[in-house]
């Protein structure tokens, strides 16, 4: 059955995701940087990494897996690179900063890159190099995550979904921004069918014996049994080049673990041998580019702008008028979620009423 949605004003959303972290002890100005990920998520129209996602992080908390007050540290530090701890700290605040410095960096002295170690999940991927595309530079973003893929021929989830998110500046109005995780869906948009009792479509995962499941409940119950996996971009088998989306979820793996000396695959479970929660410990990296140091910044704009205008005049197949790239269709996404509020379902809302009741954020009676 289908749930009737509500729209709530994004202002309100917002607020309440920020005193939500507050009042878990994340400081103000991390916890709004929390909320403007995840607000950002949702005006682009990926419901699965938006408010959605906020109990995730209030379960981590509570948990004490996930620790709102820590500080990330610059361990080892270069003109173009730098090593950072996070300590289990807030996601999207680590990320922030990071990236901060990759502009930094990159401003100076063409490039920068940073490698983070022990991070927590920082929302979706885009938002990040969207910072450096903000500022005429080209951005990137890599994250590695708990198993959920399982490798071609395999039906044992090893690779996490290990998104690749890349932005670049360009004369349209709104940046070239493709932001992906390297399976064909991930978890997050399970826990969205979840919320609205809709089946996932045949062909996003599989059982341990390599057959399909389109039960999201089921799904998410078996995923860390090891008992479900997520598929590759491409899909099982290689008929369908399912190596590829393996490979990048590899490629990922090892700019995100490598690079940072951290733990990868399994070691990111977030359990002890004896069962014990513990943090998950993933690794990130994050680079800036400094178009300058090529090109002339508006020569790389109206470069990567004719680029899409070519795109956007190829042949179209019956019964389609238009052709998108990455990043365009969450761009004009943004003006009807303004306009109209995030669409909250049942299941969310009840979400929403749980984590203000509990922790007895005021204001929001008529809200949720």
């Known amino acids: 059955m289908t749930q009737a949605v509500d729209r709530i004003p994004v202002a309100v959303i917002e607020g309440f995701m920020v005193d939500v972290f507050k009042a878990q002890g994340v400081s103000d100005e991390d916890a709004r940087i929390c909320a403007s990920v995840l607000i950002a998520s949702d005006l682009r129209g990926i419901e699965s990494h938006g408010v959605g996602r906020l109990k995730y992080y209030y379960d981590r908390i509570q948990a004490g897996i996930q620790f709102p007050d820590a500080q990330m540290e610059i361990v080892k530090e270069t003109e173009t690179t730098a090593l950072v701890d996070a300590h289990h ?95 064909i869906a991930q978890r997050g948009k399970i826990e969205v069918a979840e919320r609205a009792e809709k089946p996932v479509p045949e062909g996003w995962v599989i059982d341990a014996q390599g057959e399909p499941m389109s039960d999201p409940q089921a799904i998410l119950a078996a995923i860390p049994d090891f008992e479900a996996a997520l598929l590759p971009l491409g899909g099982a088998g290689e008929t369908l080049a399912g190596y590829k989306g393996y490979g990048l979820a590899t490629i990922v793996e090892i700019l995100s673990a490598a690079l940072s000396g951290g733990p990868f695959m399994k070691d990111l479970l977030g359990f002890e041998e004896d069962g014990t929660r513990r943090p998950h410990m993933l690794g990130q990296f994050f680079m800036a580019i400094n178009v300058e140091h090529f090109v002339p910044l508006p020569l790389f704009r ?55 009741d509990t922790l007895n954020v005021k204001g929001y009676d008529t809200s949720f």
């Open 89 to 183: 700290g807030m996601g999207h605040p680590t990320a922030y900063r990071a990236m901060q410095l990759a502009i930094g960096k990159a401003k100076a002295h063409g490039m920068g890159g940073v490698a983070v170690r022990n991070a927590t999940h920082f929302g979706i991927a885009g938002y990040y190099p969207l910072m450096a595309a903000a500022e005429g530079l080209v951005g990137f973003a890599f994250t590695n995550a708990r198993p959920s893929i399982a490798p071609t021929f395999s039906s044992e989830p090893m690779l996490g979904t290990n998104p690749i998110a890349f932005a670049a500046p360009s004369d349209l109005g709104f940046p070239f921004c493709f932001d992906g995780a390297t399976s």
């Open 302 to 356: 109206q470069i990567v702008g004719d680029m899409v205008r070519a795109l956007h005049a190829a042949r179209k197949v019956p019964g389609e008028d238009r052709i998108y790239v990455a990043g365009e269709k969450e761009h004009e996404r943004e003006r009807e979620i303004r306009e109209k509020g995030v669409p909250v379902n049942r299941n969310l809302r009840q979400q929403l009423q749980f984590m203000r």
